[in-house]
């Protein structure tokens, strides 16, 4: 029977091949019965491989559950894109797209730090024979035993088992030892040294120091470095402690726009001497 056109009425039966009950899924509109129906025989028909595909992962720090709603999301992809003109049973193509969607999962989404693909499909295959050769040697194997059994570098081997750690990133709260008084991992953390933000903020400044009147350069010298007050300052330069407020804050003002705007918002300009006053 055809089931491709999407106004077909007949429900779909527990007996229908993967190939018709695909075919009402893939015709019917989303929240149509029949379609929701098809999809769960299939989904329910299907389960056992999905739970077999998880399997494999089972050593993996992974809960079983999260692994299988991965698995699910597969088998829907599968159920979605299936060409009934190639086959009748979905089996073949829906391990292959249930499979392939969990390694993406552990590729894209578990790893905390990015680790390129290859390291991780390394740490993969020794997780996989490490069981044979720890029973052929009645030991663990070392790295020269795995990279000889892999085939791949001493080099390659270490990076792989390195990578563990970025599969599974350790809390800041995680104590060091099992004492009760023992410290935190967050407390081996340096923290914010207040002299490099200060270092900073100096070179930021001398980067556009340049840019102001020598007048100017030489008041904020006498003011921060010299720690002189304003009307000290208006002395030793024959100004009014009202002017050299004001120069002080035109100066500061515009250290502080180089500074903080981005640089396509400010004017590639320097700041010009006050003209003599009359």
């Known amino acids: 029977m055809?089931?491709?056109?999407?106004?077909?009425?007949?429900?779909?039966?527990?007996e229908d091949s993967d190939g018709q009950l695909a075919q009402l899924v893939q015709s019917l509109p989303a929240g149509d019965p029949r379609r929701d129906a098809?999809?769960?025989m299939l989904v329910g028909r299907y389960q056992p491989l999905v739970r077999s595909c998880v399997?494999?992962?089972?050593s993996s720090p992974e809960s079983a559950d999260d692994l299988m709603q991965v698995g699910y999301v597969g088998l829907l992809k599968a159920i979605a894109?299936?060409?009934?003109?190639?086959?009748?049973?979905l089996a073949a193509y829906a391990q292959v797209s249930v499979s392939g969607e969990i390694r993406r999962y552990f590729r894209d989404k578990r790893w905390q730090l990015r680790v390129r693909r290859t390291v991780q499909e390394l740490r993969l295959d020794i997780r996989k024979v490490s069981p044979e050769?720890?029973?052929?040697?009645?030991?663990?194997p070392g790295v020269p035993e795995?990279?000889?059994h892999l085939?791949?570098?001493?080099?390659?081997?270490?990076?792989?088992?390195?990578?563990?750690?970025?599969?599974?990133?350790?809390?800041?709260?995680?104590?060091?030892r099992t004492d009760d008084d023992a410290a935190t991992l967050g407390d081996l953390l340096g923290e914010d040294d207040p002299a490099i933000q200060r270092f900073i903020d100096v070179e930021s400044v001398w980067a556009h120091w340049d840019e102001?009147?020598?007048?100017?350069?030489?008041?904020?010298?006498?003011?921060?470095y010299g720690n002189m007050t304003q009307k000290e300052i208006g002395d030793r330069l024959g100004l009014s402690q009202m002017h050299v407020s004001r120069l002080l804050a035109r100066a500061l003002g515009y250290l502080r726009r180089q500074i903080t705007e981005p640089v396509t918002a400010r004017p590639a300009t320097v700041l010009r001497p006050e003209p003599p006053r009359p």
């Open 2 to 14: 055809d089931l491709s056109t999407p106004h077909q009425t007949r429900h779909p039966a527990p």
């Open 38 to 40: 098809a999809c769960a």
């Open 55 to 58: 399997r494999r992962y089972r």
């Open 81 to 89: 894109r299936f060409d009934t003109a190639i086959s009748d049973t």
């Open 133 to 140: 050769l720890t029973q052929q040697l009645s030991r663990a």
């Open 146 to 148: 795995l990279a000889s």
């Open 151 to 176: 085939h791949v570098s001493e080099e390659d081997v270490r990076e792989a088992q390195g990578a563990e750690r970025a599969f599974r990133v350790a809390s800041l709260d995680a104590p060091l």
């Open 212 to 224: 102001l009147p020598g007048r100017e350069q030489r008041m904020l010298l006498m003011r921060f």
